[in-house]
């Protein structure tokens, strides 16, 4: 795992996740809490709408959508980009799952996650498997520049089954 530069650590494994509202690329309020006792939810912090090797990412979540999202699992991706932002970036892709505004306060969940790049603004490439009683199982937090693989959450997820 990389730390992120100019962040305080990363939530670890077996850490309780902090809970939050966001607002999603509809305008829509979704809490982390919510899922509890119903799905697990993997969060994926990505740091721009947009940029290269973050529209990869999420094209990768979109065209293996069954992988992320089903009966017993949800994704949120966010980034501290505006909601209105994300909206043009989800109709641009396709994305039909949750992108979350991280906006303003800005980064405060990035924050609370460990995965914050003060100096940039952004978030860092975090992933973190939430469990149905709301802790983490699993965690990957990548550097700017580098790309995230996703074969350790398909892993965790596995084993929660």
Avoid at 11 to 18: E, K, M, R, Y
Avoid at 70 to 90: N, T, W
Wanted: net charge negative; glycine share 8%.
């Amino acid at each position: 795992m990389t730390t992120a530069t100019d962040t305080s650590q990363p939530i670890t494994v077996g850490d309780l996740a902090p809970d939050f509202t966001l607002k999603d690329q509809n305008g829509q309020d979704v809490t982390l809490s919510s899922f509890r006792g119903e799905k697990n939810v993997v969060i994926v912090f990505y740091p721009f709408a947009f940029s290269g090797i973050c529209t990869g990412e999420l094209c990768e979540i979109r065209d293996n959508l069954g992988a992320f999202v089903s009966d017993d699992v949800q994704v949120l991706a966010i980034s501290c980009d505006p909601m209105f932002s994300l909206r043009a970036f989800a109709d641009k892709e396709g994305y039909f799952f949750p992108l979350l505004a991280d906006f303003w306060p800005h980064g405060e969940v990035a924050q609370a996650y460990g995965v914050f790049n003060d100096k940039a603004g952004m978030s860092v490439r975090g992933t973190f498997l939430v469990d149905t009683e709301g802790r983490v199982r699993w965690s990957l937090v990548n550097a700017p520049g580098e790309a995230r693989d996703f074969s350790g959450y398909h892993e965790a997820l596995a084993s929660l089954a």
